[in-house]
């Protein structure tokens, strides 16, 4: 997969874990409101529905703002790969404001470990520069900090 720099925004890293429990914590929406928002912000509601086209819908909670998210999933390879946006909701309705198409990658590397790199990408470089600006790398990391830890207890 070729980044385009001015697009897309990456983070990579390696976790202890094997990709298939990554991959079941991105699935199922009793998993997302464990890890999908940096603490002490929460995931209020999920709907996940497992298909290309199908819906993943989140609601957060930002520091007493409750915020919908609604996107659908594009891709989905099993342990490996999933793809998701906002810029459609179910049935493939175009969303009024679209913000970006995440893709998470899980690599496996043997023993119980795994490649985990979160992508997003924009449609402009200013979308990109406004998520990176709010605090992408940061953010993503500690999702991926708390998808571990709570990974781990499974």
């Known amino acids: 997969m070729i980044l385009d720099p001015a697009l897309d925004l990456?983070?990579?890293?390696?976790?202890?874990?094997p990709p298939a429990v990554l991959f079941a914590c991105w699935t199922q929406s009793q998993h997302i409101p464990q890890f999908f928002v940096p603490k002490p912000h929460r995931v209020v509601a999920c709907h996940i529905d497992l298909r290309v086209g199908g819906a993943f819908n989140t609601?957060?909670?930002?520091?007493?703002?409750v915020m919908q998210n609604n996107g659908v999933w594009l891709e989905i390879v099993q342990d490996k790969k999933l793809v998701f946006?906002?810029?459609?909701?179910?049935?493939?309705?175009?969303?009024?404001?679209?913000?970006?198409?995440?893709?998470?990658?899980?690599?496996?590397?043997?023993?119980?470990r795994t490649r985990y790199t979160a992508i997003a990408r924009h449609r402009s470089a200013e979308a990109a520069e406004t998520h990176r600006?709010?605090?992408?790398?940061q953010g993503w990391g500690t999702v991926v900090d708390q998808l571990e830890a709570y990974a781990r207890g499974l």
Do not use: C
């Not at 990456?10 to 874990?17: F, G």
């Not at 609601?59 to 703002?65: I, M, Y």
């Not at 600006?133 to 790398?137: D, P, S």
């Open 85 to 112: 946006t906002d810029a459609y909701t179910e049935g493939w309705k175009p969303a009024p404001e679209p913000f970006m198409t995440a893709i998470i990658t899980l690599d496996d590397l043997g023993d119980n």
């Open 133 to 137: 600006q709010m605090g992408f790398y």
């Open 59 to 65: 609601t957060f909670d930002v520091d007493g703002a």
């Open 10 to 17: 990456s983070l990579t890293r390696e976790i202890a874990l």
